[in-house]
């Protein structure tokens, strides 16, 4: 397949396929190879439940609902418990525009942040359920931010791009010295992350120290999104897909990056869908074509929510790929 240009997106294999196999294609809970939706559900409730000790890796599917309809886990409970956190902290007007920090218990002015975008195709998840990764990260002196958004049908594609970018400004603000600011999106937090690149900054009257982005099993070409049945909340036209599509953004009018150290590294699970792993590698190779400081990793033996559960584990491999990036740009 042509990769070069724009040509390769007439030929884009989702567009020779039925809208049953699009739907098969960019429902992850289908690809899952360990535990079934009953199962995971049972599990995930255990877990919601437990505040326990560490908690191991999980393999749960994405499923109906995804994070926004179970209560607080263990993970997130146990990052609140420790006294280090400033929930609900305001970062626009709006009622949903609201941010959760997590900070290390050394905590300067100097610090790391990582700001995380949780995922639910834009119309399910929550902050409240999202802090996967902020044990591992703390304890190494990496202050957390979990972003939340008003999702759909609530809020719209641009909306949520928006506050996106308005929780960005806030953090820069707020922590003027920080060492850096590292945007961290799964599923469709990926793309809100994304977007980021095409961000005018100067109308918002701050540059934030962005160094890095690490974009977990994305969307970042969102056309054949309109042909599936997550559609109709989202994107009622073309023109709507296209101006939220980084991939789309990025072919048409290649923007150059503003630090050339900035990294971006795009990962998926090895047992994603066939469309979710071809959107990463595309938008990768156009990352690379733009002359952005990308990296590719398909993650060996997880699925799309695994890919994200795991960061609650320091050994885990993205773990150890997300400390070692900040701590080089440090």
């Known amino acids: 397949m042509d990769v070069l240009g724009g040509n390769h997106r007439h030929e884009a294999p989702w567009k020779r396929m039925s809208k049953e196999e699009l739907d098969n294609q960019y429902s992850p809970s289908r690809w899952v190879i360990r535990l079934g939706a009953e199962e995971a559900m049972r599990t995930y409730s255990q877990i919601g439940s437990e505040a326990g000790e560490e908690v191991p890796p999980v393999h749960l599917p994405h499923f109906i609902g995804e994070e926004g309809e179970c209560d607080d886990g263990p993970v997130t409970k146990r990052a609140r418990a420790t006294g280090r956190s400033l929930l609900d902290v305001p970062y626009g007007e709006g009622e949903g525009e609201k941010l959760d920090i997590y900070l290390p218990e050394a905590v300067s002015e100097a610090m790391p942040f990582l700001v995380f975008f949780h995922g639910g195709y834009?119309?399910?998840?929550?902050?409240?359920?999202?802090?996967?990764?902020?044990?591992?990260?703390?304890?190494?002196?990496?202050?957390?931010?979990?972003?939340?958004?008003?999702?759909?049908?609530?809020?719209?594609?641009?909306?949520?791009?928006?506050?996106?970018?308005?929780?960005?400004?806030?953090?820069?603000?707020?922590?003027?010295?920080?060492?850096?600011?590292?945007?961290?999106?799964?599923?469709?937090?990926?793309?809100?992350?994304?977007?980021?690149?095409?961000?005018?900054?100067?109308?918002?009257?701050?540059?934030?120290?962005?160094?890095?982005?690490?974009?977990?099993?994305?969307?970042?070409?969102?056309?054949?999104i309109m042909h599936t049945s997550e559609n109709a909340p989202l994107l009622p036209t073309l023109e709507d897909a296209q101006r939220n599509s980084p991939l789309w953004q990025l072919e048409t009018a290649p923007t150059q990056p503003a630090d050339p150290a900035c990294r971006i590294l795009v990962t998926v699970g090895q047992h994603d869908s066939p469309e979710f792993r071809r959107q990463s590698r595309e938008f990768h190779q156009t990352l690379c074509r733009g002359g952005w400081k990308a990296s590719f990793a398909e993650l060996h033996d997880v699925d799309h929510f695994e890919i994200l559960w795991n960061l609650t584990q320091e050994d885990y491999v993205l773990t150890q790929i997300i400390l070692k990036t900040i701590f080089q740009q440090s």
Not at 151 to 156: H, L
Not at 181 to 195: K, V
């Open 122 to 224: 834009w119309q399910s998840g929550s902050k409240d359920t999202s802090a996967f990764m902020v044990s591992p990260l703390t304890a190494q002196g990496v202050a957390v931010v979990v972003v939340a958004y008003d999702i759909a049908p609530k809020g719209t594609l641009d909306q949520m791009v928006d506050q996106v970018t308005q929780s960005i400004v806030f953090v820069q603000k707020r922590y003027p010295g920080n060492q850096g600011i590292y945007l961290c999106g799964h599923s469709a937090g990926a793309q809100l992350a994304a977007m980021m690149l095409l961000a005018n900054w100067i109308k918002h009257g701050v540059t934030p120290n962005l160094k890095g982005f690490f974009l977990l099993s994305g969307v970042y070409d969102l056309e054949p």
